[in-house]
Structures are given as C-alpha cells and as structure tokens.
C-alpha cells in the first residue's frame, strides 16, 4: 500500500502568519489528494481535493498544490479556528491511505 | 443538512461480533458511495471499507478482509459493518463517511467507539 508520510509532525505558528504543510507519497498518486482538518471531539472536514480544489464552503486562505508524490496544504493568515490536526489522504490506489498527521498548534 | 450517525459500537470479547450502522439523512443516499474508516487510540486513520451506491461492488482493507462485511439498504438509508472474528487490534472508533468523488469523504459520522477485549 502506499505510504502518505507528512511534515513537520508539529508546526508552531502565529495567527496571522502563513502555515505550510507537506505530504508526501511513497509512489505517484498523480493529483488524487485530499486534506482534512480535525478538531478534537470532531469528525474530519474535508478541506481539498484532487489536490487543490476547495471542499465546499472551505475558505479561500486554504490552498492546495502538488502532484505526483509532492503535496502542500497553505494556510495563508491563520486565523484562531485554524489550529488542529490536518491529514493528507491519497485516493489513487486502494486501499485509500492517510498520513500520520500534522499538528498546528499557536505559537 | 447531511447528517450521518453511526451506532452499535460497544465492548465485545475477542473472537466476538457486532454489527454497526449507520443512519444517513439529508441528502440522496442511493447516489453516494459510503465508506467506513476507523482510528484506534492513539493512532492514525485507516480505511476499512466502502460499498457503492446500489450495493453491488465492496471493498476492504486486508487487515479486515473475511471477517468483516460492508452492506447497505437504501430503503433506510443506512450503511452497515458486520465485524466477526474480532481481534484486539480492531478496537477503534468507526466512522462512516459519504464519498464525495473518488473517495474522498465530505461528511463523516461522529463516529461508535468499539472495544474488544476480555
């Protein structure tokens, strides 16, 4: 199965500042990549798919790029709803595989 | 509003079974995909299972391949997880989610909690 493995496991940022967060593939997973958010006690809210196209009523300071093996998820200025846990997905083979996750906590 | 609850979870002995659902509502349940993804304690997401829209194709991931079964009925908008054989390892908490394209999963349950353990 393919391996999603993100970095940094932590990121410390202020609000207001930009956060930028990686995934990365153990193979292609052309653009079939998405990102979740997690809030504890809260199910995953589905944030980017296909890479770099904004879920549903998802704010436009969230970004997506990358294809291949190499994703980023941008937060342009972090707002205090922002802090929580994001996981990249891959969607290319099955079985569907997530990353370990990154915590972006306030600085 | 699309509302997605699961139930059914519990504490079951090793070896043991149960049976999840869950309830959808607010929206075409017989178009979507549905899926069940679990998170044991202290780890990360996995992908159990996804059914299509009339049911006729499934998928599982091999940790859980011939002991547990995906189904649903879309006359009651419900998606259910038959779970034999349970194992020690399948203590998680189980989501279900609607497959948006390609299974990515838009709405997601608040998820049933299954201990197994003796």
């Not at chain 1, 970095?7 to 593939?25: D, N």
């Not at chain 1, 292609?28 to 904004?54: C, D, E, F, T």
């Not at chain 2, 599982?60 to 419900?78: E, L, Q, W």
Request: aromatic content about 10%; overall charge positive; hydrophobic content about 35%.
């Amino acid at each position: 199965e393919i391996v999603m493995t993100q970095s940094p496991a932590t990121l410390s940022v202020s609000p207001g500042e930009r956060a930028t967060l990686s995934c990365r593939a153990s193979q292609s997973v052309s653009s079939n990549l998405a990102w979740y958010q997690r809030k504890p006690g809260q199910a995953p809210r589905l944030l980017m798919y296909l890479a770099s196209v904004r879920a549903t009523a998802i704010p436009a300071r969230f970004s997506g790029s990358g294809s291949g093996t190499e994703f980023t998820l941008t937060i342009s200025s972090l707002q205090s709803e922002d802090f929580a846990i994001y996981y990249c997905q891959q969607y290319n083979n099955w079985p569907n595989t997530f990353g370990q996750g990154t915590k972006l906590e306030i600085k | 509003e699309v509302q997605l609850v699961e139930s059914g979870g519990g504490l079951v002995q090793p070896g043991g079974s149960l049976r999840l659902s869950c309830a959808a509502s607010g929206f075409t349940f017989n178009t979507y995909w549905m899926h069940w993804v679990r998170q044991a304690p202290g780890k990360g997401l996995v992908w159990v299972s996804r059914i299509n829209s009339d049911g006729s194709s499934t998928n599982y991931a091999d940790s859980v391949k011939g002991r547990f079964t995906i189904s649903r009925d879309n006359a009651k908008n419900t998606v259910y997880l038959q779970m034999n054989s349970l194992r020690a390892e399948d203590t998680a908490v189980y989501y279900c989610g609607r497959d948006l394209v390609g299974a990515t999963l838009d709405w997601w349950g608040q998820g049933t909690l299954v201990t197994v353990s003796s």
